[in-house]
Nanobody, 127 residues
Framework: QVQLVESGGGSVQAGGSLRLACAGS????????VAWFRQAPGQEREGVAA????????RYADSVKGRFTISHDNAKNTVYLQMNSLTPEDAAMYYC????????????????????WGQGTQVAVSS
């Protein structure tokens, strides 16, 4: 059973950057797709970015395109989310999620496409 552990959250000022990490234990070899989601208080969980590990292809929510980058390091069993130009609207609990299948087209950023979830890491952005 693969477990995911997020890290890297914290508090930054608007315009700042953070890099989140999602480590797979014991490994990520069996995983096909890894995604980042976020959930702010009182809001639904929304997909932010996803990467298909086999080909390295990725998808992004419109709200983070050009600011966030998802990447992976197979040797470290880790997927990263580099977040730049952060705004208070980016503040949320960020979750890593994965699946053993490639999501159908158009579903890469839907919660129902993922079966394994981490516990989350908090991101706060002050104006």
């Amino acid at each position: 059973q693969v477990q995911l552990v997020e890290s890297g959250g914290g508090s930054v000022q608007a315009g700042g950057s953070l890099r989140l990490a999602c480590a797979g234990s014991p490994h990520m070899y069996s995983l096909i797709t890894v995604a980042w989601f976020r959930q702010a208080p009182g809001q639904e969980r929304e997909g932010v970015a996803a990467v298909y590990l086999g080909a390295g292809t990725s998808r992004y929510a419109d709200s983070v395109k050009g600011r966030f980058t998802i990447s992976h390091d197979n040797a470290k069993n880790t997927v990263y989310l580099q977040m730049n130009s952060l705004t208070p609207e980016d503040a949320a609990m960020y979750y890593c999620a994965s699946n053993f299948l490639k999501p159908r087209a158009g579903t890469w950023l839907e919660t129902t496409s993922y079966s394994v979830w981490g516990q989350g890491t908090q991101v706060a952005v002050s104006s």
